[in-house]
Each structure stands twice: as structure tokens, then as C-alpha cells.
């Protein structure tokens, strides 16, 4: 592996504004220094992963949720797009009850957080270090996993909850919702 990534900044479209690589031990981003030019970052690792197919960093700013500081550590998080393209009709179905009935818990133990949450936009996150957003109707399950940024969390350590979560999906998720099915 590199021992560099790439980098998209992200405008308020979500439209690519610039490319910049940088080193894996890299701090994510200096909590003091949120960038006013940028709404996000996204994580270029294609390649590297099954099941997570985006990984992008943003912040929300005092004004698209005010109380979103005072119940999280930072207003900066990692968010993690993962699904089960291959699920059939009867795996759909079940896939968003079985997560949340006993995956999420065990996803909390597979990426070392021990609270979680879901709700329909990150600004409902409440202090929960998991909070969960399923996409209804996108035509397989698939989820945004949201997780804060604290001021340590290095790309390196980014890409390695990654893996966790790209693992737990092929190890212990779909073989759930399969055995259920």
C-alpha cells in the first residue's frame, strides 16, 4: 500500500473543486481549521474495497444545525457509503430489519465504538459515536455509516474502519441476512 491517498475537495454542489494527495499519517483535519473554501473531502479508495463504495469527510456549519456541536465532539465526521449489491428481493427486505435489530451491535464491536443512533440526515446525530442512515429505494441495501472526526484520527486510521466495516459485511452481515432469508 502507499504510503500516500488521493484527495477530492468537494464544493457546496458536491462537485469536484480540486485533487491534492497527502500521507496516510496525515491528521484528517485540524478541528480549528475547518476549510471555508470546501464542503468536503472525498477519500479516493476505489479499488480497495468491496462492499464501501464512498468515503468522504465533512463538517456541518453552525447554521445548517445548531445544536449539532453541542451534542457531538466536533462538527467534523466521516461518512462511509456501503451496501449489498448482489442482495435478491427477499434479502432486501430483510437486510434493514436484520442491521438494526443485531448487526448494528456488532458492528459497533467490530469498529471499537460502543454507541449508535440512525435517522434520516447526519444532523440528527445526538453524541452517538455510530450513527446509521439507510437509503430507501436505491434498489439494494445500502447505508451511510457516519462516524466524528477526532482531532488524532489519521487517512491511515480512515481506511482502516473502513476494511472493518468493508469485512463485517462479507463475514458476518450478508451471511446474517442470507441464513435468514
Not at 485533487?19 to 491528521?27: A, Q
Not at 457531538?72 to 435478491?88: H, L, S
Request: proline share 3%; with cysteine.
Amino acid at each position: 500500500m502507499s504510503d500516500r491517498i488521493a484527495l477530492l475537495d468537494l464544493d457546496a454542489d458536491l462537485e469536484v473543486a480540486g485533487k491534492r494527495f497527502v500521507e496516510l499519517e496525515s491528521k484528517i483535519i485540524s478541528v480549528a481549521k475547518v476549510p471555508d473554501n470546501i464542503t468536503g473531502i472525498q477519500v479516493q479508495a476505489d479499488s480497495r474495497f468491496r462492499r464501501v463504495k464512498e468515503i468522504r469527510i465533512s463538517w456541518l456549519k453552525p447554521e445548517e444545525s445548531s445544536d449539532y456541536e453541542l451534542t457531538n465532539k466536533t462538527r467534523i465526521y466521516m461518512c462511509f457509503n456501503f451496501g449489498i449489491p448482489e442482495a435478491t428481493k427477499q434479502e432486501y427486505n430483510k437486510a434493514w430489519l436484520l442491521f438494526q435489530r443485531d448487526g448494528v451491535e456488532r458492528l459497533c464491536s467490530v469498529l471499537g465504538y460502543s454507541t449508535w443512533g440512525f435517522g434520516k440526515w447526519i444532523g440528527d446525530k445526538r453524541g452517538q459515536d455510530i450513527f446509521i442512515v439507510e437509503f430507501d429505494g436505491a434498489g439494494c441495501p445500502m447505508w451511510d455509516i457516519y462516524l466524528t472526526v477526532l482531532p488524532e484520527h489519521t487517512y491511515l486510521d480512515c481506511l482502516a474502519l473502513a476494511e472493518r466495516l468493508d469485512h463485517f459485511v462479507d463475514s458476518d452481515l450478508l451471511p446474517s441476512i442470507r441464513r435468514a432469508v
